[in-house]
């Protein structure tokens, strides 16, 4: 594996680095400023639209997606330090046009759309003119075990009428959401519980569609794209709304995951440098016991451990991404798994260390900690908790072992 970063990987680097120097930080306070002063919460802040305007001028749009003519056709090793510095804030990856769900929602049209399908849903989302939600978690069952999942999409002439009770549908809270993709089962007695799901394409207007209530993550409602609870209730759509075919649901999610989850990861990385910055810059200015906090042997034992611990993250997630690149995404399962477990936890240690530093602000909404430490909890969850991915990383090891 070759350490060295690629010259087109180098430039955008540079570019993406000053954008966020002239553009994104100076903004994040503007954007929750908006964010609060308008009528309702699920509104979008004015400047999202204006930066995503210029990183669109600048070139700086669909990053995310590899080796395709859509976006900068990145492998995913060139575009994983590009995702970290993007995933120093929270706001950033919408700004590329470079953030979760549409990312996936965009993978999953690219790869297993129809021509009509990419025109109606795919361009729009990659000109950034809509936002997408993906409906696949449900309240009433463990969905760490997709098998369980118990919506249902019946064929019924020329439509396919959908049921089913999801939440933690990611943006469905925003007002440019226009299109979700929905996991159910066509044929639930299929005696490959593999071949029992679907997915399709449902349009945000459809009538049936009821959003019970927004969830919060630790008290965040995370406006204006949320996560919601929602019900769907003799939802019809036309069969041409099917994605790839009846019983590919599974294989569908494994391509849209697989992405996702290193995604995730990349990002992660981002937070947990700018959480070990904000340490060393409280740490040298804050004064106790008559010396600065960086005089102590417990707050340079703390940086030392963030510094080596990021390090390491990284480059399992730059092993990973290689072997995506090179062997596909199916022989690097492992890896995937690793970094879905290592990382996150990772982040969210070098946070608890810059919150400690911090002191009392640290929990508050004085800094951006707590609400990235909120965050990132949610990623021991989200795309598979930490026990799937260590039982399929243990499974995948003994293998080696007949």
């Known amino acids: 594996m070759d350490f060295e970063y690629s010259k087109r990987t180098k430039m955008y680097m540079e570019q993406l680095t000053d954008f966020m120097d002239r553009d994104i930080y100076p903004n994040e306070k503007t954007f929750v400023d908006q964010l609060n002063s308008q009528p309702t919460r699920w509104q979008v802040p004015p400047i999202m639209e204006e930066l995503k305007a210029r990183a669109r001028e600048r070139g700086l749009w669909n990053l995310f997606l590899p080796e395709s003519e859509h976006g900068a056709g990145l492998g995913n090793l ?12 929270p706001i950033a990856p919408e700004v590329f046009n470079c953030a979760a769900p549409d990312t996936g929602n965009m993978e999953v049209l690219v790869r297993y759309g129809t021509d009509a399908q990419k025109k109606q849903w795919l361009v729009p989302l990659l000109e950034g003119r809509i936002r997408s939600a993906f409906a696949m978690t449900e309240p009433k069952v463990a969905s760490s075990d997709a098998t369980n999942i118990e919506a249902s999409i019946v064929r019924d002439g020329d439509e396919y009428v959908i049921n089913g009770h999801k939440w933690w549908t990611s943006g469905i809270g925003d007002p440019r959401c226009k299109i979700l993709i929905f996991m159910g089962k066509t044929d639930p007695k299929n005696p490959d519980k593999y071949k029992q ?6 349009p945000r207007e459809t009538p049936g569609i009821k959003v019970l209530r927004m969830l919060t993550v630790f008290g965040y409602d995370d406006p204006p794209h949320g996560h919601g609870e929602v019900l769907f209730e003799n939802v019809r759509v036309p069969v041409s709304n099917i994605l790839l075919g009846e019983g590919r649901g599974f294989e569908i999610a494994q391509g849209r ?3 996702g989850r290193i995604h995730h990861c990349m990002r992660q990385i981002g937070v947990a440098e700018r959480a070990l910055e904000a340490m060393c810059r409280r740490a040298t200015s804050r004064v106790a016991f008559g010396k600065p906090i960086a005089e102590y042997d417990v707050t340079l034992e703390r940086i030392a451990e963030s510094r080596i611990e990021i390090d390491q993250a990284r480059l399992l997630v730059l092993r990973a991404a290689h072997m995506m690149d090179t062997v596909g995404n199916k022989a690097a399962r492992s890896e995937i798994s690793q970094i879905k477990v290592a990382v996150p936890n990772t982040t969210l240690r070098v946070l608890d260390r810059a919150i400690q530093v911090h002191g009392g602000g640290g929990v508050s909404q004085e800094f951006w900690l707590a609400s990235a430490w909120a965050h990132s909890r949610t990623l021991r969850l989200a795309d598979g908790p930490d026990e799937v991915h ?3 990383i243990g499974r995948l090891e003994l293998r080696k072992h007949g």
């Not at 060139?78 to 993007?86: H, W």
């Open 78 to 89: 060139e575009y994983a330090p590009l995702c970290e510095i993007m995933g120093r804030s």
């Open 197 to 202: 799901q679907s997915m399709i394409l449902v």
């Open 257 to 259: 995951l697989g992405p």
């Open 390 to 392: 260590r039982r399929q």
